[in-house]
DNA sequence: AATGAATGAGTTTTCATTCAT
DNA sequence: TATGAATGAAAACTCATTCAT
C-alpha cells in the first residue's frame, strides 16, 4: 500500500477547536501567499498570521506543502463548485445559450479570488501533480466533452475530444487572461462574453443557410 | 535616475575567457531550472554546474535572479526571432493560409525548449516584469492585430482589438496547452493545426455563401 | 514612524531558558570581541562560543551589530552605575575631596573590564551613535558641569561649561589612557590620582593666600 | 633575521610612473577610508578609485593592511613634521609661551585631516602596533618632556614624568575631542588655546605671590 | 610591468522542522 | 494538546588574493 504523500493533512481534525485552528492556518496561507507570494509564506510566518503556535501547524499539516496544498484544495472545490452546477445545467440548453453560460462561468470562477488564482496558476506547479490548475482544466474539459457529444448531431466538428480541447482551451484562457492581465476588458464584461461566444459557435455550428 | 535592477548583468564579457564563462553560467541556470526548478536553483549549484567558481558567477550576474533573467531573455530571443519574422511574412498572404502558418508558427515556438518553456512560463513572475512571457504575448497580439487591420475588408469582426485579443490569446493557450500537457497531440500535429485553423477562420471569416 | 534599527534586539527572552541563551549570546561576543576583535568576530564563531545554534543567535539578534550593541550597552550600563553614583555622592563634598573621587571614579570605571573598554572604544563607531563611548563622556561632562555650579563661588574658572569640558575630557582621558596604555602607572594609583587632582585643582580653584 | 612583516611596501617604485601608482593607490584608500571606512575599503575598490587594475595594487603592497599601514604613515608624518618644528621651536620659550604653541600646534595637527584622524583613530588598532596614534603620543609625550627638563627649575612639579604625562595626554585629548567632536568650540580656537593654556599653567607653575 | 579573470574560503542569514516543557 | 525555544542545513554573497595572458 502507498504510504501517504506528504501533502495530507495529518488528521482530520474532529473537534471543533481542532477545527477552527486549521482553518485559521489554511486562510493564513492564502493571505500570506497573495500578499507575499510563495518564497515569502514561511511555515513560521503562517502560524503567526494565524495566530497559533509553530508547534500546532505541524500537528495539522506535516510541511508547508501541504499547507498550500490544502489552500489550492479549497480554491479548486470553490471553483468547481460553481462550474459543475453550471456545466451541469447546460445540458439541457441549446448550443448557443450553453456556450455563453460556459464562457460567463469560466470568468466568473477566475474572478472568485482573482489574486489567488494568479499566485496559484504561477507558482504552484512545484505541489503535487494532480491539484493544480491543470487538473481543473481537465474537468472543465471532459464536462464540456459530455455536453458536445450529446449535441453531435448539431455540430460541424467531427472529432469531438479535439474540438473539447480547442473550446475548453480557449474560453479558460480567455477567462484567464482577460481577469488576470486584462482587467480593463472586464469593464464590459458582456462584450467579451458576447464575442468568445461567437468565436466559439462559428467554430462549432455549420454556417447558416 | 533609477537605480539599477538587480536583474541586469554586472558587466559586459569582453574577453573569449570571460565571455565563455557567461554563457557557461547563462547554459547551466538553463540546464538547472528545467532539472530541478527554480527553487533548487541555487548559484552555488549553478556555479558548479557551469564549471565556475561561485567568485566568477557574482562577477557577472549580482543575484540568482539576473541569472535567470538572463536565460528568460535569451529564451524569449529565441522564440521572438521565429515568431516575427513568420508573422512578417503572412502580410503577403490571404487569411486562411496566413492563419494557418501564426498556429504553426505559435506551435513551433514553444516547442523550441519546452521544458524550459515550461519552468519559465510557471516560475517567472518574480523575476522582472518586462521580460517574462506576457511580453511576448503582446507582440505577438499586437503584430496579428497589424495583420487583421490590413485585412479589414474581407473580415466579419469589426472590433479588431479584441478580436486580435481572442485569436492570439487562444492560439498561444492551445499551443502552450498541446505542447507543454497534451503532447499526445502533437504526434498529429498537422491536423491539430488544421483544426486550430478551421476554429479562428470561423470566426473571422464571414460565412461562406 | 522611524523603522527599527537593525541593532536592537529581536524580541525579549521571556523563559528561563531563553533568557540564558540571550545572556550566553552577550557573553560570547563580548569575549572573542577582546580576544580577535570585530573583525574576527563572526556570528558562527559568536554562537558557537556561547553554545548556541546559529539559528537561535537569530532569533535574537538580527546582525553581529545588534549584538555587539548589546555588549556595549551592558558594559556602559555598568560603568555608568557606578560613575553616576560617585558623581553624585560628591555634591556634597569640598572641591578638593570632590575632584578626588571623581579622579579615582574614571580610573576605576576604566578598570572595570579594560580589555573589553580598548576594543569598543576603538571599534565603535560603526555601531549605532547613541551607545558609544562619546554619549558617556557627554553624561559625565553634565553631572561634573553640575557640580561646579553649585561650587561656583569658590572656582575662578568663570565659565563653566568650558571648564567642566576641560576637565571631564582630561580625567577621562587620563583614565583611559593610564589604564589601557600605561599600566605601569596603575601601579602606584594613588599617586596617579593625586597628581591628577593636583592638575585639576590647579585650575578649578583661585592660587592660595 | 626578522622576515620582513607583511606591512611593508613591496619595492621602492624607483621610475616615476611606479611612483605615481603608489600615490594614487594610498591617496584612493585615504579617501574610501574616510568615505567608507575600513570595512568597507576593500583591496578591489581601492585599485579602482585609483585607476590600477588590481594586479598592480599587489605588485606594491602585498596585503590590504600594507596600504592602510601606509595611509597611516603619511598621516603621521604629516602630523610630526609640523608638531616636531614646533615643539623643538618652544625650547628657548618661556613656560607661558611655551605651554600656548605646544597647545595651538596639538589642535593644528588634529585638524589637518580630521576626517582621515578620526577614522585612524577609531578603527586602526588593528593594524600594526607601532604605526598607530598611540606611537604619535608617545613621541609627543617625550618632546614634551624633554622641554619640561630643561626647565626643571621654574616648575612645581617633581615628577617630570608624570608631570609630561599628564599635560601631554591632556592637551591631546582636548585638541581631539574639540575637532573630532566638538567642532563649536572651534568657533572661537583662541577661547579654548588660552583656556587649555590657563589649565596646564595652573598644574606646572608655581602660584604667584 | 600591467591586466583583469578567476578563485574559494569564509561570512551573514533564513527557514522548515523537531522536541523538551 | 499546545507552546515556542532550539536546531542546522543550506542559501546568497563578498573580498583578499593569485596567476595566466
Redesign the pocket.
Known sequence: MARKP?TNPR?EA??A??RA?VDALVEATARILVRDGF?????????DMAG?????????Y?????LVAAVIDRHNRQIMRRVRTVLTEIASLPIESAVRRAVAVAIEAHRIDPRLHRVLAEQIPRVGQLQNVEALNREGYALFRGYLESRRGELRVTDLGLAAFVCATSIEALAHTAVLYHTEMLLDAEALIEEATRFILGYLQPPPG
Not at 497559533?52 to 495539522?60: A, K, R, T
Open positions: 506528504l488528521k474532529s473537534q477547536r481542532s485552528t518564497d515569502k509564506a514561511s511555515t513560521n510566518r503562517i502560524a497559533v503556535s509553530i508547534g500546532s501547524l505541524y500537528q495539522y506535516p510541511s508547508k506543502e501541504a
